[in-house]
């Protein structure tokens, strides 16, 4: 677990010092800037929140784990083991996904109204984040069960990868049956009724599809890097 840990800070500050987190935030801080304005109900200006920051943690994860060249990845992989070594890099996709949920959240619920979408109801502050802090990790989680299953050691081809990861967002966020849609849906639909539901079942999904993800990646890396 501590040489996770390590792992896990060396592609943080790795992903840092790259500048490879800069097209994500982009991408992140351009579907919010078109998505949400000052004044729009809160829960509805969440639900963009969270869903925008899902293909942003799909493409994370791609940066991190395909950032170091084959020669250090194969230093990493005799140090301390394949599988913890791709783990990290998948983490720390996701923890930098969660930071730019986490800070959007915060922006997002001072600017947006604490009332229903048509007007006609308050809606608690407090309890709002609460719901969006679900959504957001449940879409961060499924951008990164995206990325880890879209990229390498899975798929080597770059074009092939980032046509999965392009695609996989779009199938996690559309697909009723994906936590990341339950969880948007949740926000959207309590936000028309003017009350704030906690999408805990969305969230344990969520949990539960990344660590199958990155269990499948990480079994995969053991055995061809």
């Given at each position: 677990m501590r040489a996770t840990f390590a792992l896990t800070r060396y592609q943080l500050a790795l992903l840092v010092r790259s500048q490879r987190w800069l097209a994500p935030l982009l991408l992140y801080a351009g579907l919010l800037a078109v998505g949400v304005r000052a004044g729009q109900p809160v829960l509805d200006s969440l639900g963009i929140v969270a869903a925008a920051l899902l293909p942003t943690a799909a493409w994370l994860v791609r940066s991190c784990v395909t950032a170091e060249p084959q020669a250090a990845r194969h230093c990493a992989a005799a140090a301390a083991g394949a599988w913890r070594a791709h783990l990290a890099g998948v983490a720390?996709?996701?923890?930098?996904?969660?930071?730019?949920?986490?800070?959007?959240?915060?922006?997002?619920?001072?600017?947006?109204?604490?009332?229903?979408?048509?007007?006609?109801?308050?809606?608690?502050?407090?309890?709002?984040?609460?719901?969006?802090?679900?959504?957001?990790?449940a879409c961060a989680l499924m951008g990164a069960a995206v990325g880890a299953l879209g990229n390498r050691p899975l798929i080597r081809s770059r074009g092939y990868a980032v046509a999965a990861t392009l695609l996989g967002s779009v199938a996690a966020l559309a697909l009723g049956a994906s936590p990341a849609n339950a969880a948007v849906t949740g926000l959207v639909s309590g936000s028309a009724r003017g009350e704030v539901q906690l999408p805990w079942a969305a969230l344990l999904g969520a949990v539960a599809v990344a660590a199958l993800a990155a269990t499948a990646a990480c079994a995969v890396a053991a055995r061809r890097e």
């Open positions: 720390a996709g996701g923890v930098a996904a969660l930071l730019f949920g986490c800070a959007a959240l915060g922006v997002t619920a001072g600017v947006s109204a604490p009332r229903s979408t048509d007007g006609s109801a308050a809606v608690p502050l407090l309890p709002a984040l609460g719901a969006g802090l679900c959504g957001v990790l």
